[in-house]
């Protein structure tokens, strides 16, 4: 069954101290991999893409890598303005009815501290 | 642009009523979904849509009906309201199949 699990639930981190957010899948074929940042009452907002493994994606404090079962989302001397629930979906290879299939994560909620 | 958009944002129903949600885009993109987002749960397609005129069913699909008549716009609808569905729903588009979906800023539902 396809499977996408994120870790921890939660993280509380002090501003300043970097950290790792992962995002493991069990999938029958991957097309690629999506992270997502949600802030409290809002959609999620687009942040990168990833297709195949050894990809890398920078933005900011922000850095996506990708393996051939899991993705990392490394924070580098976060904000508090960093904290927000950070989602991962992978694209599946499955195709039915016009669609491929994008499976969540549940997220992983991080606050940073002042 | 504004992207994504959804109303209304917040809706209490008493069990049994109806109500329509709508989600407009306005980036020209072919595909329209609608999710749900459930605490400890991660989003879960209700319906979806790859084109104007067309709807499918996604993983979720019982108890809610969807309509494209326009490109633009994509409405779910909730004929018989039910507790089991208190959640928040958003929408989402993107230009094709496999590319970034994009999302609106959601519906808080209450049914009581």
């Known amino acids: 069954e396809d499977q996408v699990t994120q870790s921890p639930e939660a993280l509380r981190l002090q501003e300043g101290e970097s950290s790792s957010l992962n995002c493991s899948y069990t999938?029958?074929?991957?097309?690629?991999l999506f992270w997502y940042r949600q802030d409290p009452g809002k959609g999620p907002e687009f942040l990168f893409t990833l297709y195949s493994a050894g990809e890398e994606k920078e933005k900011e404090r922000l850095k996506a890598t990708l393996t051939k079962k899991e993705s990392f989302l490394h924070i580098t001397a976060p904000k508090p303005e960093d904290s927000a629930t950070y989602l991962c979906a992978v694209l599946t290879s499955m195709f039915s009815g016009g669609y491929n299939k994008l499976i969540f994560g549940a997220g992983t909620r991080l606050a940073v501290h002042p | 642009n504004a992207g994504v958009t959804q109303t209304p944002k917040f809706r209490v129903l008493k069990t049994g009523q109806s109500m329509t949600l709508l989600c407009a885009q306005d980036?020209?993109?072919?595909?329209m979904y609608w999710y749900r987002q459930d605490p400890g749960m991660g989003l879960r397609l209700i319906h979806y849509?790859?084109?104007?005129?067309?709807?499918a069913k996604g993983e979720v699909p019982d108890g809610y009906n969807v309509s494209r008549l326009k490109k633009q716009n994509f409405l779910l609808g909730l004929e018989s309201a039910a507790p089991s569905q208190t959640s928040v729903y958003f929408c989402?588009?993107?230009?094709?199949?496999?590319?970034?979906?994009?999302f609106g800023p959601g519906t808080r539902l209450t049914v009581l």
């Open positions: 999938v029958s074929g991957l097309r690629g």
């Open positions: 989402a588009s993107s230009r094709d199949r496999g590319d970034t979906q994009y």
């Open positions: 849509s790859v084109g104007e005129g067309t709807t």
């Open positions: 980036m020209n993109h072919e595909y």
